[in-house]
Structures are given as structure tokens and as C-alpha cells.
């Protein structure tokens, strides 16, 4: 049997020569990143007797559109597919899987099986959690070259982990940045599909902002379904400076046991926000974490935001945990915990304006908080409501909420009212209900 496999394009064959344990490949719609998949694979098997290979994408129509038809025939007379195992088997004893991993339990399936080559396509449709259940299928005692082959794109649930590893190469205690290789796909290194399709970059041209950038350009910081679309590196971050004379300092955060997630806030008498220090910490009980955030704070403090489920009381202890944490020095307002409200209102502080200088915005981050840059950028839409953002994944949320229960508390730039604190305003809302509630009484 003979087998006849196309020229791959300069960036299709570093992707084939990479020989990292970790190599991902893409950036941009139509870098050719499913055939190099297919290729790679069916190379692998016939060079290597015996060897077992994984491919997955995130559901089974998605594998049998993309891999397994164009797979049957480019194979038929050389490897035999069996549809119930979804394998394809070859005479030299190699094995082509194909599997599917869409919701957080399909990983189970995998549990106790070996591979000596994963390809996960377009990954970025993938959790981090599925990522590591799945890489650790990546074993097996032989000589066989242990190889995880990742494509994708820019946006979806995996955006922050793809990014993480491959783009940013910020590596955690256990990564080996020399393990990681990424290679830049974009569609003009695809010259048969421009061959084949020459409309197909006009389509890509025609999208808006956000979308062009990210599927044309391969921006890993902006991407489809990215919520704050708004968001410009340029524009939003600078670099730390003096807080000007008069400003006042607000501190807002999101704490739960798995996470807390703090923003100091400078308001200057000219309305501008800026986010000056952030700090996070999982697994503080609130006596931690209130001492935590009192020694963070170098500044007086004019008012704190918190979400308004620290009010409920405790059936242990009688207590809310905003009672708890004043008691340990951390007094707090109830901010507004309506999502598409906040949200909105983080829009409006974040929206581009006209400046003297150029376009400018209300709210600007300092450089020293890239967690917050981060999640920004990582944060996608709610699928079911547009209005919303997703709640996965779930290690980007808090500090977001941080910033959303700023904005919603905070009076709007640029609004001509009465600046009242939010104690006081909370003040005059218990008196209100103190005087309906005497009312009633005497009705």
C-alpha cells in the first residue's frame, strides 16, 4: 500500500517537526489546523508500529465531520475503521481513537486508558480541568514519542489556560517552559484554501472589530464572545503613577471560601477611576481574610463594597459574614448584585471618550494589576443571555465581580447629582424602612 500525503504549507511542517511534549497550533480561522491534525496522526501510525493515538474535539459530529469522513477515504485500502469502537486500525498494529469530552464528567471515560499521542482540536472549547484529566492519559511504557498536539483559536471556555501556557508562558510550580511550543497559523500561510476559496478572507474582513481581530489576526485579546469588547490594552492600562490630591479611595471585593479577590480604587476630583493595587487568596476562613486585606491597605479608606449574600445569617452562629468581618476591622456596604445592571455599569466606566489627547477612558487599571487585565480580557458572554456574562470560567469571576460591585455603587461619571456615600445612603434607607414599618404598626 502506498500513501500519498499533500505538501504541507512552512507552518504545517514546523508544527509537524515540533517535538515538545505540549505543541499547540493556530491563532486564526483558516491556518489549515484540522488537516494538519489528520496528517500528523495518520504519519504518526504508519512511522510507528503499534502506537496508540487519541483524537478529540468537544462533541462526536464535530470529530465525524472533520476527522473521521475525510479519514475514511483518505484510508480506505490502508486502515480499517470500526464505527462502534471509533478506532481506525492499521496492519502495522496503530490505532487511531477518536473521542469526544463536552460536558465536565465525560473525562470519567478516559480514566485508567494510555496514549502515546493526544491531539486535542480547536482546545480552546475545552476546560482546564478536562485539559488535565486528559493529558494525564498521555503515558505508557515504551519508546514511542509522548506527544499532546493542541489547535485552536482565540475565545471559548479554554481561552484563559490556552493563553496562559502558550501565549503569556506563564507557568505554574510543575510547568516546564520548555515543554511548550506555540505556532502562529493565520489564513494567508493556507494557500490552498485561498487557492480553493479567495472569499474566504473577504468574509473575515467583513466582521466586526473584535471578531476580525481576533479570527483574522489570531489577537488572543480579543476574541468572539469576549463581554468587554471595549477593552483596550492601550487605552486602559498605564503604568502606576501618584494618586492626584484629593482623591478618594474605595475598596471593593468578592470573598468566598475558595477565593478572595479584592480592588483598591482611587476616584480623582475629576471624576477618573483607578484601579491602583489588587489582591487575591484562596482558602481564607474571614478572619484571614480580613487581616489579609487591612494589610493591603496603606490608604484611608472612604467606602468598601461587598456582595450583598455576606448579609445572610449564618444558622450556625446567628451571624453574617459582613458582620464577621467587622468585627476584624473590614466594615462594608451591600453593593447592588444586579448582573446585567453592573455589568452595564462597568461598560460605562470603561467606554472610550474624547480626550485632549486622544481617546481616553473614565476607568484605568495600573500595570501592577494583571490579574484583573486578565479575567477582563477572559470574560465571555453568558450563551443563554447575551445581557450577561459566564459564570465559567469560574477562577476569572471574582475579581470581576470586585470591579462590577465598584461601578454599580459608585455614581457614573460624568452624571450631574448630588454625591452621597453609599453609608449614608444606606443610612437613609433604614430609616425609611424604620418609619414604614412604625406606620404600619399604628395603621
Known amino acids: 500500500m502506498k500513501l500519498t500525503i499533500a505538501a504541507p504549507n512552512p507552518k504545517q511542517k514546523e508544527f509537524f517537526q515540533a517535538d515538545t511534549r505540549y505543541v499547540a497550533y493556530g491563532g486564526a480561522r483558516g491556518g489549515g489546523k484540522s488537516w494538519a491534525v489528520r496528517t500528523k496522526a495518520t504519519l504518526m501510525a504508519a512511522k510507528y508500529p503499534g502506537i496508540r493515538i487519541l483524537i478529540m474535539r468537544k462533541t462526536f459530529p464535530e470529530l465525524r465531520e472533520n476527522h473521521i469522513l475525510p479519514l475514511t477515504s483518505g484510508l480506505h485500502g490502508i486502515a480499517n475503521y470500526n464505527e462502534s469502537k471509533k478506532v481506525f486500525s492499521f496492519i502495522n498494529g496503530s490505532r487511531i481513537k477518536f473521542g469526544y469530552c463536552d460536558a465536565q464528567t465525560d473525562v470519567t471515560q478516559y480514566q485508567g486508558q494510555e496514549f502515546d499521542v493526544i491531539f486535542m482540536d480547536e482546545a480552546t472549547h475545552f476546560t482546564e480541568y478536562q485539559f488535565n484529566a486528559i493529558k494525564s492519559c498521555l503515558r505508557g511504557v515504551n519508546n514511542f514519542p509522548k506527544r499532546f498536539y493542541l489547535t485552536c483559536n482565540p475565545g471559548g471556555v479554554g481561552h484563559g ?9 506563564d ?9 511548550y511550543t506555540f505556532i502562529a497559523a493565520r489564513v494567508y500561510d493556507n494557500t490552498a484554501l485561498l487557492d480553493a476559496d479567495p472569499e474566504y478572507v473577504k468574509a473575515l474582513l467583513a466582521l466586526p472589530d473584535g471578531m476580525r481581530s481576533a479570527w483574522l489576526e489570531g489577537n488572543w485579546d480579543a476574541f468572539a464572545g469576549q463581554f468587554f469588547s471595549e477593552f483596550r490594552r492601550d487605552i486602559h492600562v498605564i503604568k502606576p503613577c501618584a494618586i492626584p490630591d484629593g482623591s478618594k479611595i474605595y475598596r471593593a471585593f468578592d470573598y468566598g471560601l475558595d477565593m478572595l479577590a479584592c480592588l483598591w480604587i482611587a476616584v480623582t476630583p475629576a ?3 483607578l484601579v491602583f493595587r489588587e489582591a487575591y487568596a484562596p482558602n481564607l476562613i474571614v478572619s484571614e481574610a480580613a487581616r489579609f486585606m487591612k494589610s493591603a491597605t496603606h490608604e484611608d479608606i472612604y467606602e468598601t463594597f461587598a456582595p450583598p449574600d455576606m448579609w445572610n445569617r449564618q444558622r450556625e452562629t446567628g451571624k453574617s459574614i459582613a458582620e464577621l468581618f467587622s468585627e476584624y476591622g473590614i466594615d462594608a456596604i451591600k453593593a447592588d448584585n444586579s448582573r446585567v445592571t ?32 486578565k479575567c477582563l480580557c477572559e470574560l465571555r458572554y453568558d450563551e443563554k443571555n447575551p445581557c450577561d456574562a459566564a459564570v465559567q470560567p469560574h477562577d476569572i469571576t471574582h475579581i470581576t465581580d470586585a470591579l462590577r460591585y465598584f461601578c454599580v455603587s459608585r455614581v457614573s461619571p460624568g452624571k450631574n447629582q448630588e ?16 418609619k414604614k414599618k412604625v406606620k404600619r404598626a399604628f395603621s
Do not use: T
Not at 485632549?356 to 484583573?372: D, R, T, V, W, Y
Open 419 to 434: 454625591e452621597v456615600s453609599p453609608l449614608e445612603k444606606y443610612r437613609r434607607s433604614a430609616i425609611l424602612k424604620q
Open 271 to 273: 471624576g477618573q477611576a
Open 171 to 179: 507557568y505554574r510550580e510543575g510547568e516546564d517552559p520548555a515543554d
Open 342 to 373: 453592573g455589568w452595564m455599569n462597568v461598560k460605562e466606566w470603561l467606554k472610550l471618550c474624547e480626550s485632549e489627547n486622544g481617546l481616553s477612558a473614565n476607568l484605568k487599571i495600573f500595570e501592577s494589576c494583571p490579574f484583573l487585565i
Open 161 to 169: 489556560w490556552v493563553k496562559r501556557l502558550f501565549i503569556d508562558r
